[in-house]
């Protein structure tokens, strides 16, 4: 018998790759067919791993939830960047590979960036997400995240509605 073990760790320089590729797996899985395909793998292409590793270098939050030896998925957080919402922090992003998706190791890498947060302070927290990716939408919503504002955002000639999911503590 032999058991896994699953981690949650800051990101460190080594995993650059290892992230750029979880990145790269996640964002095909949920933009395919929302984000059109020419704008979708200009994003994807311009977050290699020399731009993780200058990202992980600058002191930017980003937690692993690692599986084993693979890294399952990232969560890149810190203090929200809208001022027009009263919320303390941000999760920029929480992605997870296709394969460990729908395992509760999304909640555990949520709850994670939020303890996080609020260890330095920032207590309330959004989220933003495409209101076309709707199981992402789901998950807020499963967290306990209150649509709380919408936006849009432009990708290339198309315009895509974005909602943000806000949590007080």
Do not use: C
């Not at 690692?66 to 399952?72: P, Q, R, S, V």
């Amino acid at each position: 018998m032999s058991t896994v073990l699953i981690e949650i760790r800051r990101a460190r320089s080594a995993d650059a790759k290892a992230v750029a590729d979880t990145h790269d797996e996640a964002w095909r899985t949920a933009y395919q067919g929302i984000i059109p395909g020419r704008e979708l793998e200009r994003l994807i292409s311009r977050r290699g791993p020399d731009w993780w590793d200058g990202a992980i270098r600058k002191g930017s939050r980003i937690s692993l939830l690692a599986f084993g030896d693979t890294i399952a998925g990232y969560a890149n957080y810190g203090r929200n960047r809208a001022r027009s919402l009263q919320y303390d922090g941000e999760i920029y992003e929480l992605y997870l590979r296709p394969e460990f998706q729908g395992l509760g190791f999304g909640r555990r890498l949520f709850t994670a960036a939020r303890r996080d947060l609020a260890q330095s302070g920032l207590k309330s927290l959004v989220i933003w997400a495409l209101s076309d990716n709707e199981p992402a939408v789901a998950f807020y919503k499963a967290l306990g995240g209150r649509a709380i504002a919408r936006s849009s955002e432009r990708f290339g000639q198309k315009s895509l509605d974005k909602v943000a999911f806000g949590w007080q503590n």
